[in-house]
């Protein structure tokens, strides 16, 4: 098994998206980036904010796009050839439909749902979707056609709520990830529920 040396977290760029669902990925990134004291400098060759730690003996590496969602891979695998990072590597944080607001859950592989941050990011690193998710739920809006207004706005207050509460479990299990591995953070997130 390897171990992660790169984390990205999806989002759409500029205030209008801040706060929307969508940008999961990016609200856990803020945090890691609070827990962790470091700070993300915009690198135009990456397509990205960038920051580089060494985290209890592990360098790692943290990556928000810059590009827009459905672009997002371009940015995940210029930084990843740059510094040679496989795709077993790599975590990415996400939104997503499938699970309800106050869950989170790690996962190695599989399509991309129709997220087009994932779409994306799969086609740029060679069709390969042997990276590993870190889910955000955000719940779905109970329509497909509904999903683009819904991801791209705000959580209501009480979801609000869960997804806070799972952020902080997932910031934790991001120190259980980088200290003990996959694995045993994978098995402690994919049991938490707010």
């Known amino acids: 098994m390897s171990e992660i040396k790169l984390i990205v977290g999806l989002g759409n760029p500029g205030d209008k998206y801040t706060d929307t669902r969508h940008n999961a990925g990016e609200w856990l990134i803020a945090r890691l980036a609070r827990r ?4 993300l400098v915009l ?9 580089r730690a060494i985290i209890h003996g592990h360098e790692i590496r943290f990556l928000v796009p810059t590009t ?7 940015a995940v695998s210029a930084l990843a050839n740059f510094y040679r990072i496989k795709p077993e590597e790599i975590l990415v944080i996400h939104d997503e439909l499938d699970l309800p607001p106050g ?22 690193l060679a069709n390969n ?6 889910r955000v739920g955000i719940g ?4 497909k056609n509904l999903v683009s207004a819904y991801v791209l706005s705000k959580p209501s207050p009480t979801d609000w709520q869960l997804i806070d ?20 953070a994978t098995n402690r997130l994919n049991s938490f529920k707010a």
């Open 129 to 134: 979707k042997n990276f590993y998710r870190l």
């Open 140 to 143: 779905h809006p109970g329509d």
């Open 36 to 39: 962790y004291n470091i700070n």
């Open 165 to 184: 509460k799972a952020l902080d479990e997932a910031t934790a299990c991001i120190e259980v990830l980088i200290k003990e591995g996959i694995t045993k």
């Open 103 to 124: 869950v989170v859950k790690i996962k190695q592989g599989g399509g991309h749902g129709g997220h087009n941050g994932l779409r994306d990011t799969i086609a740029q």
């Open 43 to 51: 690198e135009n060759k990456y397509f990205g904010k960038t920051a």
């Open 68 to 74: 827009f969602m459905n672009l997002s891979g371009k």
